[in-house]
């Protein structure tokens, strides 16, 4: 069975750190542009950052620059989110997505249904 599973979600402080990761299962990401979305309680669900296969390029949403950073290991077919100085809004669900077929910077505007795998999603909880 073919899927994405995220982990190292959990509670942190606003100011501290976390990374979370996304692999695969019975399937490699090394060919697909594989990007963070997260959809906080009561919100609608957001981009955060992609990279695409080869890692040469990297997209980020305003609200993460210059404090999150996405990197892939394809040797270890994951995907890293590194999470830093976070705040109470970063408080969400975290899900990655991959696709063969869109660049890093076309998955920031598509919607869930256009994408083709998704993962269950890990909670980032920032307390205040």
């Known amino acids: ?24 299962s019975g399937m490699t990401l090394n060919d ?29 949403a305003n609200s993460v620059k210059d404090r999150f950073t996405i990197s892939r290991d394809n040797a270890k077919s994951t995907v890293y989110l ?11 669900v975290y899900y990655c997505a991959a696709d063969k077929h869109v660049s890093a910077s076309a998955m920031a505007v598509l919607t869930r249904s256009s994408l083709d795998k998704w993962g269950q999603g890990t909670l980032v909880t920032v307390s205040s």
Do not use: H
């Open 1 to 24: 069975q073919v899927q994405l599973v995220e982990s190292g979600g959990g509670l942190v402080q606003a100011g501290g750190s976390m990374r979370l990761s996304c692999a695969a």
């Open 32 to 60: 697909y542009t594989v990007g963070w979305f997260r959809q906080a309680p009561g919100k609608e669900q957001e981009f955060v950052a992609a990279i695409n296969w080869g890692a040469t390029g990297t997209y980020y």
């Open 82 to 92: 590194q999470m830093n100085k976070m705040k109470p809004e970063d408080t969400a």
